[in-house]
């Protein structure tokens, strides 16, 4: 039975909050799924003798499938409900994620990653359901709340590396429950069919199903808007490129600083707690003082920080001509911990502004967030499908770890130009009068 907006008010607000309780518990939990081949993928790498861009297109390729799964999903989630979808997509998902544990090939891990992608586009189902359910001055923060799901991949970080290990490699109960990295995916496994039942039994039997009846061209319509466009490029720079760097970091922090897999874990977790844990935050202040003052100061923050990031070690060289000499100046190390300060930096940037970004859609787009929130964010997952291989692309071209950092720096700097240009084309459509008033002088002559 469809629920409409002149539900009781108390009865709806109970409802609401308990939705986005359980959708933001099994959205962290389909996060950590989504990225698990980030953790599980480096001692799949060393047993199958894997190649970099082997493991690069391991770690990408769900990305890349629940990226475009989110604007078909985040439609079903309007017409059918997110109830439904939600607990569907959990149940399916499970299947891939048990046939990792399974796998002994690398063809075999391939597949498998092309399916546990639809753990990822839990996100607009999520979205599109909590959405509907929250009155509009509330939705920044709701929806904030909802994306902070995304610390699932800090549980993968964390957990996953203690997993591995913790079964031997034979497994338990004469190998049905298998060892080694093979375990952790066993597990997620069982936590995805736990987490469908609690989902399916916990929440609202009813639901508020806005695309409900409503033909498929109608609900398209908006994705013809280039706005809708700029929001999901806005999205490439806060959350496809947190996935990236989410899944880029363990290996730069073994390769780059030569700490073993637990410690680089723990460090990329203090890129994704605040990356994850400060939606709320974004959400509030988007609310507070609008999308696009949050968004102007996180596109500074990330294309500064990641600037510095790209620096790579060395020092300045001058050539005397006169005298041949060559002196060196300016030493640059760039240790362990400036990394990590600066990366944490980028994180709380991207905290922050993933929430505004979608804070953007319901001023727009009051009766279509399920397809706008869809595209938004199947273009920024896109992100972080191919950021990790221009990562890898830059690092062949150049050798230098450090250079991920610049093709972040461009992508944050051309974000940041477009709402610039955005701003001043509003500003112009309100004000034509004013164009070109910097023009004239103040005084004109004669006037004194």
């Known amino acids: 039975m469809a629920v409409n907006s002149q539900m009781e ?3 709806r607000s109970r409802g609401a909050n308990r939705i986005l309780v359980i959708a933001t518990i099994g959205f962290t939990l389909c996060f950590a799924v989504w990225v698990v081949f980030a953790i599980i993928g480096l001692p799949a790498r060393q047993e199958l003798g894997l190649s970099d861009s082997q493991f690069a297109l391991l770690a990408a390729t769900p990305i890349l499938t629940g990226s475009l799964l989110r604007i078909p999903l985040g439609i079903v989630a309007d017409v059918f409900g997110g109830r439904r979808v939600f607990t569907v997509l959990l149940l399916v998902t499970a299947v891939p994620v048990y046939l990792v544990s399974k796998a002994d090939s690398y063809a075999e891990l391939l597949i498998s990653a092309l399916f546990i992608g639809l753990s990822g586009a839990t996100f607009a189902v999520g979205i599109a359901w909590v959405s509907a359910w929250y009155p509009h001055e509330r939705k920044g923060y709701a929806l904030g709340m909802f994306g902070a799901g995304n610390v699932g991949a800090s549980i993968t970080k964390l957990l996953a590396p203690t997993l591995v290990t ?7 109960a004469g190998g049905r429950i298998p060892g080694g990295w093979r375990f952790v995916p066993f597990f997620y496994a069982v936590l995805l069919v736990v987490m469908a039942v609690l989902l399916w039994t916990l929440t609202p039997s009813h639901d508020i199903k806005p695309g409900r009846g409503r033909p498929l061209k109608e609900l398209l319509m908006p994705l013809r808007q280039i706005r809708v466009w700029r929001f999901g490029y806005y999205y490439v720079v806060v959350f496809g490129a947190y996935v990236a760097l989410a899944l880029w970091l363990p290996k730069y922090y073994v390769d780059v600083f030569g700490v073993d897999l637990k410690v680089a874990g723990v460090l990329t977790a203090l890129f994704i707690f605040p990356a994850s844990l400060l939606r709320p935050v974004g959400g509030h202040l988007a609310d507070r003082i609008g999308a696009r003052r949050v968004m102007h100061w996180v596109f500074a923050m990330i294309a500064v920080a990641s600037l510095l990031l790209s620096f790579p070690d060395g020092h300045l060289t001058l050539h005397q001509t006169k005298t041949a000499e060559i002196r060196e100046i300016l030493p640059f ?9 600066l990366v944490f930096i980028i994180g709380i940037a991207m905290g922050i502004g993933k929430a505004a970004v979608y804070r953007y859609i319901p001023d727009y787009f009051e009766d279509d967030v399920g397809s706008v929130g869809g595209l938004v964010g199947a273009v920024g997952g896109l992100g972080g499908f191919y950021l990790p291989l221009l990562f890898a692309g830059a690092l062949f071209l150049t050798n230098l770890p450090t250079s991920a950092f610049f093709v972040l720096f461009l992508f944050s700097s051309a974000a940041w130009v477009w709402l610039h240009l955005t701003v ?3 500003l112009r459509s309100a004000s034509p009068h004013l164009d070109h008033e910097f023009e004239r002088r103040e005084h004109p002559v004669g006037t004194r």
Do not use: C, H, K, Y
Request: glycine share 10%; proline share 5%.
């Open 424 to 426: 001043l084309r509003i």
């Open 333 to 341: 190390d760039q240790n362990i911990w400036l990394f990590t300060m």
């Open 9 to 11: 008010p108390e009865a």
């Open 166 to 172: 913790a079964v031997s490699v034979g497994g338990l």
